[in-house]
């Protein structure tokens, strides 16, 4: 049996990717981009939407080197488009920044990390160093960058002088690629930093950008657009692709198709509705995209369904906005968990410290991070409404997460504490009377939320007993899927099994006789099967049903 080819998983070297992994590829989006005619391009998208893996490819693909790197493309689609394409492969000099990794809750520490950056590309183009080719001033600049003792002003300034020096010793304009650029605004607007952050970028971005007759394209991606009036001063010139937009839809995520190749070549077909339900929904102008990062770590974790997307991310602008949301918005987010839709008029141009003004920026906000889609988009005198849902499965999960998070900031630590001991004790009494006060204590959005909330709800403060249990949810036992299931990770503590059911309207007895009812779905589809297989003796089950604030429990 031919062994299958691995799953790039953190790989976002081009060469490397293309040669030793599962490639989906993504070629012609060098096409496009030389065919849209822009001088400076910007492409947002989510992050770990293949933004840098796309980036390295077109830095292969456009730069000047030793290499003869056309073997990279020439069994790839681009190489079918014909000369006017294959003979921009290896022209030009490029420069190539990523600012993914600038994260730091001080600026001085970001600011360092700028520098390094900016040096180590200039370190890259070791071919200037000393060259009779570039200005002597120049070749005294290139020594400060390197070694680290140049001054705030030059830093600034350095991208400008990197493509008139290697525009001088190649006779050929630049391609600057710039990776993530809002990294270091995002991480600014979150750690109290934002106006140094803002200032430096808006400095270096101008002078690199700004009629530079050096540079013949420029090509930057970032999660959001952030407004003209904040970085992109004076830049008229800039052409920005979000995702509302069709152009460069398919490029960034996986398509239905790409997912179906996939699927078929990990001989995981049977699975394709299971990956759909938690990683498909989103919609690029007018493309179907799944979600890359997750797709690929769901097929090499054994077609597991997890989270992988919302695990890498604090998310902590997420919560900084669910913190400040008002009446109508936090009625907006339960009709989302609900699966409802939402209009509202979505602005692409962000400024960060506007995100707590209006419910229109925080949506906004919300969908182009990934954290929402548009169903339907109506531009309407050069505004975008939008019909807005919750993209899948996953999505989801972040929303439960971050909003328990800010309620447990509130409290201490005693109810899940006591959530824990009732349930090993089987003391469904006390438990009942914990989980109505915190419901009780709860914000007012959690009136009137259907079963996959509550059972969110529960997982969510379950999954803090990580000491002694691992937690699981929605996984085949038996003759179905358990909601909750708590396997212990001590010999002799009891496995945990929980259903849960909820009403929009019921009487303390409808309630009650819900809550058994859960319970006996347990009993008839053999929920235990998966605890009793790994031994466990005692297993405590039990029947949860929710209506509002209300909440009965049968055990046994």
């Given at each position: 049996?031919?062994?299958?080819l691995?799953?790039?998983?953190g790989?976002?070297n081009?060469?490397?990717?293309c040669?030793?992994?599962?490639?989906?590829?993504?070629t012609l989006?060098?096409?496009?981009?030389?065919?849209?005619?822009?001088?400076?391009?910007?492409?947002?998208?989510?992050?770990?939407?293949?933004?840098t893996?796309?980036?390295d490819?077109l830095r292969?693909?456009f730069?000047?080197t030793?290499?003869d790197?056309?073997?990279?493309?020439k069994?790839?689609k681009?190489?079918?488009?014909?000369e006017?394409?294959?003979?921009?492969q290896?022209k030009?000099?490029v420069?190539y920044?990523?600012?993914?990794?600038?994260?730091s809750s001080e600026w001085?520490?970001?600011?360092g990390l700028?520098?390094?950056v900016?040096?180590?590309e200039?370190?890259?183009?070791r071919?200037?160093?000393?060259?009779?080719?570039?200005?002597?001033e120049?070749?005294?600049?290139?020594?400060?960058i390197?070694?680290?003792?140049?001054a705030?002003e030059?830093?600034m300034l350095?991208?400008?002088?990197?493509?008139?020096?290697?525009q001088?010793?190649y006779?050929?304009?630049?391609v600057?690629?710039?990776d993530e650029?809002d990294?270091?605004i995002?991480?600014g607007?979150v750690?109290?930093?934002?106006?140094?952050?803002?200032?430096?970028?808006r400095?270096?971005?101008?002078?690199?950008?700004?009629?530079n007759?050096?540079?013949?394209?420029?090509?930057?991606t970032?999660?959001?657009?952030?407004?003209?009036?904040s970085?992109?001063?004076g830049?008229n010139?800039?052409?920005?692709y979000?995702?509302l937009?069709?152009?460069f839809?398919?490029?960034?995520?996986?398509?239905?198709?790409?997912?179906q190749t996939m699927a078929?070549?990990?001989?995981?077909e049977?699975?394709?509705p299971?990956i759909?339900?938690?990683?498909?929904?989103?919609?690029?102008?007018?493309?179907?995209i799944y979600?890359p990062?997750?797709v690929?770590?769901?097929f090499?974790?054994?077609?597991e369904?997890e989270?992988y997307?919302?695990?890498?991310?604090a998310n902590?602008?997420?919560?900084?906005i669910?913190?400040?949301?008002?009446?109508?918005?936090c009625?907006?987010?339960?009709e989302?968990?609900?699966?409802?839709t939402?209009?509202?008029v979505?602005e692409?141009d962000?400024?960060?410290?506007?995100?707590r003004?209006t419910?229109?920026?925080?949506?906004?906000?919300?969908?182009?991070?990934?954290y929402l889609k548009?169903?339907?988009?109506?531009?309407?005198?050069?505004?975008n409404?939008c019909?807005l849902a919750?993209p899948?499965?996953?999505?989801?999960?972040?929303y439960?997460r971050?909003?328990?998070?800010?309620?447990?900031?509130?409290?201490?630590?005693d109810?899940i504490?006591?959530?824990?001991?009732?349930?090993?004790?089987?003391?469904?009494k006390?438990?009942q009377a914990?989980?109505r006060?915190?419901?009780?204590?709860?914000?007012?959005?959690?009136?009137?939320?259907?079963e996959?909330?509550?059972?969110?709800?529960?997982l969510?403060m379950?999954g803090?007993?990580?000491?002694?249990?691992y937690?699981?949810?929605?996984?085949e036992?038996?003759e179905?899927?358990?909601?909750?299931?708590l396997?212990?990770k001590?010999?002799?503590?009891p496995?945990?099994i929980?259903?849960?059911?909820a009403?929009?309207?019921?009487?303390a007895?409808?309630?009650?006789?819900?809550?058994?009812?859960?319970?006996?779905?347990i009993?008839?589809?053999h929920?235990?099967?998966?605890?009793?297989?790994?031994?466990?003796?005692?297993?405590?089950?039990?029947?949860i049903?929710?209506?509002?604030?209300?909440?009965?429990i049968?055990?046994?």
């Amino acid at each position: 049996m031919q062994r299958k080819l691995r799953l790039p998983i953190g790989s976002t070297n081009y060469k490397e990717v293309c040669t030793h992994y599962y490639y989906l590829d993504k070629t012609l989006l060098i096409k496009d981009i030389l065919d849209d005619g822009a001088k400076i391009l910007l492409l947002t998208r989510p992050r770990r939407f293949g933004k840098t893996l796309n980036m390295d490819m077109l830095r292969t693909f456009f730069e000047k080197t030793g290499e003869d790197t056309s073997s990279y493309f020439k069994n790839k689609k681009i190489w079918q488009q014909g000369e006017a394409y294959t003979k921009e492969q290896g022209k030009y000099p490029v420069i190539y920044l990523s600012l993914k990794d600038i994260k730091s809750s001080e600026w001085e520490t970001a600011f360092g990390l700028l520098k390094l950056v900016i040096a180590s590309e200039f370190s890259r183009h070791r071919e200037l160093d000393d060259s009779t080719k570039i200005a002597e001033e120049d070749s005294s600049f290139y020594k400060k960058i390197v070694n680290g003792t140049a001054a705030k002003e030059d830093y600034m300034l350095s991208l400008r002088r990197l493509s008139q020096m290697l525009q001088a010793y190649y006779e050929l304009p630049v391609v600057i690629i710039i990776d993530e650029y809002d990294t270091p605004i995002q991480e600014g607007y979150v750690n109290g930093y934002y106006a140094q952050s803002v200032e430096f970028i808006r400095n270096f971005f101008s002078a690199a950008l700004k009629d530079n007759p050096y540079v013949k394209l420029s090509v930057m991606t970032g999660i959001l657009r952030v407004a003209k009036e904040s970085i992109f001063s004076g830049l008229n010139n800039v052409r920005v692709y979000s995702v509302l937009d069709k152009r460069f839809s398919s490029y960034f995520g996986f398509t239905s198709a790409e997912v179906q190749t996939m699927a078929e070549y990990y001989e995981a077909e049977a699975k394709l509705p299971e990956i759909k339900q938690w990683y498909d929904g989103y919609k690029f102008g007018e493309v179907e995209i799944y979600n890359p990062w997750s797709v690929i770590n769901y097929f090499a974790n054994d077609c597991e369904a997890e989270p992988y997307w919302v695990q890498t991310s604090a998310n902590l602008t997420i919560r900084e906005i669910i913190k400040n949301l008002d009446e109508s918005a936090c009625e907006q987010l339960r009709e989302l968990l609900n699966g409802a839709t939402v209009q509202s008029v979505v602005e692409t141009d962000i400024i960060y410290p506007s995100l707590r003004d209006t419910t229109t920026n925080i949506f906004g906000f919300l969908l182009l991070t990934g954290y929402l889609k548009a169903v339907k988009t109506v531009k309407l005198e050069g505004m975008n409404i939008c019909e807005l849902a919750i993209p899948n499965k996953e999505v989801k999960t972040v929303y439960r997460r971050e909003i328990l998070s800010l309620l447990q900031e509130s409290r201490s630590g005693d109810t899940i504490n006591k959530l824990q001991l009732y349930l090993i004790t089987k003391n469904s009494k006390q438990l009942q009377a914990a989980l109505r006060k915190f419901l009780l204590e709860a914000v007012s959005f959690y009136d009137g939320l259907q079963e996959n909330y509550y059972q969110g709800l529960l997982l969510g403060m379950t999954g803090m007993f990580t000491n002694d249990y691992y937690p699981l949810s929605n996984r085949e036992s038996g003759e179905g899927r358990f909601d909750i299931q708590l396997t212990p990770k001590t010999q002799g503590m009891p496995g945990i099994i929980i259903e849960i059911k909820a009403a929009k309207e019921a009487s303390a007895e409808q309630l009650k006789k819900l809550a058994e009812q859960a319970l006996e779905q347990i009993e008839v589809k053999h929920y235990d099967t998966e605890l009793r297989r790994q031994g466990i003796g005692t297993i405590y089950k039990y029947g949860i049903a929710f209506c509002g604030k209300k909440v009965e429990i049968a055990t046994k």
